[in-house]
């Protein structure tokens, strides 16, 4: 079962991020992907935004973790490059590692280190993405790596194409867990990891992918997707988002003790919600801080009336 100290069962049933509506805007059709971090004392949010198009990442902030200030477009899509061309989302910036932090940013040779992935073709995650690291001093301005994962190199597993990625850093290696799909159109998403010493020299786990979908009929049967690994007891929380036979998508959990072998908790940490409310659809792709006491899992939230934007829920009422 899940335990105690990492279940949330108290959503807000809001959108703390909700699509824009606005045609000029770049997440006029749908907010996604939330990281949330502290950095200064203060937090703040990045997700990516969808404008028909493509992709591109944006800043919120908070003075509550409840109520959320858009700072506008941070990594914008850039025609003049092959990789960036249509889309481009970072979706982690490397933070401290406890489950039960506030989620401080780490610096990595004297500046911020994120990760970022894009899609070949217009349209919404169109083709098979390719996966790099960024870097910043501000949080503002990002300058971008070439990629060093692509699908092609991989396994069948991961030939379809990439998607959100977690960085961090334990003991001298750096990790970046993420999620990747099969070839085909009925595809597969399973979780798997690279590790690098030197950020330039990557190896792909022999025992990839760690969290792999589920037998038929279970929860994380066709998606086993989106990580965010965080330090928990003596080893590590696998919050991820699962899709089932169904066609319905929520967050699950899984407990590591060493990065290399997985247990799937039994049961959804967030299920989706009863007809009207905001996750009625879609509760999935989890990012997770603690304050005052309080566990707050951001998630994308998705339904007919409201869309797709960001929720959130809270381990005790807030």
Request: aromatic share 12%; glycine share 10%.
């Amino acid at each position: 079962p899940i335990p105690d100290d990492l279940d949330t069962p108290h959503k807000t049933n809001r959108l703390v991020i909700a699509p824009s509506k606005e045609a000029s805007t770049f997440d006029h059709q749908g907010a996604d992907a939330p990281f949330v971090f502290c950095h200064d004392d203060a937090f703040y949010m990045t997700y990516v935004g969808f404008d028909g198009e493509g992709y591109q990442t944006g800043l919120a902030s908070t003075s509550n973790l409840l109520d959320w200030q858009k700072e506008g477009v941070i990594i914008r899509r850039d025609p003049e490059n092959p990789v960036t061309r249509y889309s481009v989302a970072l979706t982690w910036i490397m933070r401290e590692n406890g489950v039960f932090s506030p989620g401080n940013l780490k610096k990595a040779r004297g500046r911020y280190l994120g990760i970022y992935h894009a899609y070949p073709k217009p349209g919404y995650e169109e083709g098979p993405a390719v996966m790099g690291l960024c870097w910043s001093s501000d949080l503002r301005e990002w300058e971008l790596e070439n990629p060093f994962l692509r699908p092609e190199n991989g396994q069948p597993w991961e030939q379809g194409g990439l998607y959100k990625a977690c960085l961090l850093e334990h003991q001298g290696t750096y990790y970046v867990f993420y999620t990747a799909k099969t070839r085909g159109t009925s595809w597969r998403e399973q979780t798997g990891y690279v590790s690098s010493k030197d950020l330039r020299n990557w190896k792909r786990f022999e025992g990839n992918p760690v969290i792999r979908n589920g037998p038929r009929g279970s929860l994380d049967e066709i998606f086993a997707s989106d990580p965010c690994v965080l330090q928990y007891a003596e080893g590590w929380a696998i919050f991820y988002y699962s899709l089932d036979g169904k066609g319905v998508a929520r967050d699950l959990l899984a407990l590591s003790p060493d990065l290399r072998r997985v247990t799937k908790c039994r049961g959804a940490l967030i299920d989706v919600g009863p007809p009207g409310s905001v996750d009625s659809k879609y509760a999935h792709k989890p990012s997770v801080v603690f304050h005052n006491g309080v566990l707050y899992h951001y998630y994308c939230a998705v339904s007919p009336e409201f869309g797709r934007g960001i929720s959130v829920a809270t381990s005790r009422p807030v």
